[in-house]
């Protein structure tokens, strides 16, 4: 017998994640290792966590997640939002708290580019007069 795999994908400013969620007691690995592990900071897995709370799902689905590009911040953002999409897949009850909270909602936000003649996106070179 074969259980059921429940797949999404989170984005946040460069990170991708790609998370398979299935029925179990909660564990959660990421890249291969423990969630604790690989997030290190306390906030970043109360991040991760959310969209089970809002849902009431927590300790109910494994997740094993496979994120790269940018730092842990918009890792544990896009992780948010892949289990938020595979929550929907699960059942579609789960559409409400999630679409209330914000978790759907892919956070479009991504840095903006320095600019030539420029120190920064926005911040010039100092000027002197002299």
């Known amino acids: 017998m074969t259980e059921a795999?429940?797949?999404?994908?989170?984005?946040?400013?460069?990170?991708?994640?790609?998370v398979w969620i299935t029925p179990g007691e909660g564990k959660i690995s990421i890249n291969r290792k423990d969630a604790d592990e690989y997030l290190g900071r306390e906030t970043l897995k109360m991040i991760?966590?959310?969209?089970?709370e809002v849902t009431g799902t927590s300790g109910q689905f494994?997740?094993?997640v496979n994120v790269n590009g940018g730092?842990?911040?918009?890792?544990?953002?896009?992780?948010?939002?892949?289990?938020?999409?595979?929550?929907l897949r699960v059942s579609d009850e789960h559409r409400?708290?999630?679409?209330?909270?914000?978790?759907?909602t892919r956070d479009a936000r991504e840095v903006e580019r320095k600019k030539y003649g420029q120190r920064g996106a926005r911040a010039r070179f100092q000027f002197s007069k002299r």
């Open 48 to 52: 991760i966590m959310q969209p089970f």
């Open 71 to 87: 730092g842990s911040s918009g890792q544990a953002g896009a992780i948010k939002h892949g289990i938020s999409r595979a929550l």
């Open 62 to 64: 494994d997740v094993r």
């Open 5 to 18: 795999t429940y797949y999404g994908t989170g984005r946040r400013k460069t990170s991708i994640a790609r």
């Open 96 to 104: 409400k708290p999630l679409k209330k909270a914000g978790y759907l």
